[in-house]
């Protein structure tokens, strides 16, 4: 099956680190970048930070300095570092990894998201 399985959300005080980590499965071919997403109750699911088969990266403005997104290629995995957690950090993550099948034909995928919770 065409998953994305996440891991590593939980309760941590206010300057704690986690660490989020995602398993493309064997399924989904030609992958292309994979990043992380969230979303709290109410408002729009916005990128966390991504990035791409190169190597190459993207951060919310709201994250950078804080979180580091890395990825495996032979083990199809993408992780999230996320040190200095403050509590408006608290959301639903989703991973999210798009594959490119041809120049035009790409597929999204999304993982089932993971709850982190900040405390002040």
């Known amino acids: 099956q065409a998953q994305l399985v996440e891991s590593g959300g939980g309760l941590v005080q206010a300057g704690g680190s986690l660490r989020l980590s995602c398993v493309a499965s064997?399924?989904?071919?030609?992958?292309?970048?994979m990043g992380w997403y969230r979303q709290t109750p109410g408002k729009k699911r916005e990128l966390v930070a991504e990035i791409t088969v190169g190597g190459s990266t993207v951060y919310a403005d709201s994250v950078r300095g804080r979180f580091t997104v890395s990825r495996d290629g032979a083990k199809n995995t993408v992780y999230l570092q996320m040190n200095s957690l403050k509590p408006e950090d608290t959301a639903v993550y989703y991973c999210?990894?798009?594959?490119?099948?041809?120049?035009?034909?790409?597929?999204?995928?999304w993982g089932q998201g993971t709850q982190v919770t900040v405390s002040s």
């Open positions: 064997e399924m989904i071919l030609n992958l292309n970048a």
């Open positions: 999210h990894a798009d594959a490119k099948h041809t120049a035009r034909v790409t597929q999204d995928y």
